[in-house]
C-alpha cells in the first residue's frame, strides 16, 4: 500500500531505541536459530525471549522526522510510524463497532535495534516482531523485513512490512478483548488455541488492509490508497512465509503438525484474506470447527 504524500503522520505513537551493547546471546548459531523459530514472527508465545539487556534512553530525532506520507513511502521506520497512525484511527471505530470492545491505544510501538529489554524479558533481533500483553507494546526490530525476504521467501514490500506491524496489532486488540489468555494455555497442534489466535490476528489485519484507505489524518486526509492486486500478494506471500509448515520445511526438513503454533501457509492466508473481504467481525476463529480452521 501506497500513503498519500501529503497526508499527516506525526501522530502515529512509535519510539526507537537505539543500539545496545554488551548483551551476551546465550548458545550460539542454533541456539539462536531454536530462538528464532519458537517466537519467530509474530508470536504471543514469550519462551523464547533472551534474559538481560538493556535499552540506551530513546533518541527518538530519527522518527521525529517522519511527517508525512512521503516519509513514509521513502523510509521503512516512518512506514511503522504512518500505519501505527491508520491502525490506531482504524480499531478505535472498528473495535467498539465490529467485535464490540472498548478499545483502548496500544503503548508506542518500539522499535529497537538489535536488543532490548521488554515487559516480557529481553528480547532481540532474533526474536522476531511480537507484542508483549503486559506492557501493551509490539516491539519490532525492522531488520527482520530483510530475513522475512531473504530466508523465508516472502516478496518484499511496503504491505508485507505493514502486515506484519497489522498482525501485532491485531494481538492488541484481542488482549482487550480477552481472548489473548486462550492463547497460553501451552497447547500446540492444527486446531489449537494458539493456531487460532495467530490466524484470528492474520484476519484482523486483512480487515485493516481493507480498510485503511478510509483511515484519516485531523484534516481529513486518507493515510492509505487502497491496495493494488500487486500489493496484496505481497501480503499474502509473507503470510505463506510464515506459515508453520513452511517454516519446518525450511528449519527442520520436515513438516510436524502437531507443533503447529500459527497455522499453515494456506491457513495464514487464507484468514488474511477472510479479513479483507468480510471484515473484522468474520475472524471467529474460535467458532468455527476444527476442519473448517
Ligand atoms: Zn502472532
Redesign the pocket.
Known sequence: MTFNPNSDISGGRTSHRGRNTGLALGGGGLGVIALFVISQF???DLTGLAGGGGQQAAPDTELEQCLTGEDANERVDCRMKGAAASLEVYWSAAAPEQLGIAYQAPQPVVLFDQSTTTGCGGATSATGPFYCPPDQTIYLDVTFFDELESRFGASDGPLAEMYVLA??WG?HVQNLAGILEAAQDGQTGPTSNGVRV?LQ?DCFAGAWVANAAQTTDDQGVSFLQPPTQAQIDQALSAAAAVGDDRIQETTQGQVTPHTFT?GTSEQRQRWFSIGYEQGAAACDTFRVDGSEL
Open positions: 509474530l508470536g504471543v498482525h501485532e494481538h495467530e490476528a500459527h
